[in-house]
């Protein structure tokens, strides 16, 4: 196996929430390279950065794609991120 390596990008938002916002947005942005992997994009306190918050659900799919909702969602997972607007 060959070595790799990971970039960590400090991003700095002023709460939770906010940060999963802005990590969501950056790792569907990221999405359009190749050697990146957004649905491995987590979050955390700046001092607890062992404290992980994990941003996408990122649960494999039937044919291998993975789940692009967030982590906590409820129902089936699903391709789509938009919001249902219903009837």
């Not at 400090?10 to 950056?26: K, M, S, W």
């Not at 789509?80 to 607007?85: P, S």
């Amino acid at each position: 196996m060959r070595e790799r390596f990971v970039i960590h990008l400090p991003v700095v938002a002023g709460d939770l929430a906010g940060a999963v916002r802005l990590a969501r947005v950056v790792a569907r942005w990221s999405g359009v390279l190749t050697s990146a992997d957004p649905g491995e994009t987590t979050v955390s306190a700046e001092d607890e950065q062992g404290v992980r918050h994990r941003v996408f659900c990122d649960l494999r799919m039937v044919g291998g794609r993975r789940c692009l909702l967030r982590a906590d969602h409820d129902g089936p997972c699903s391709r789509v991120t938009g919001r249902y607007a219903g009837p």
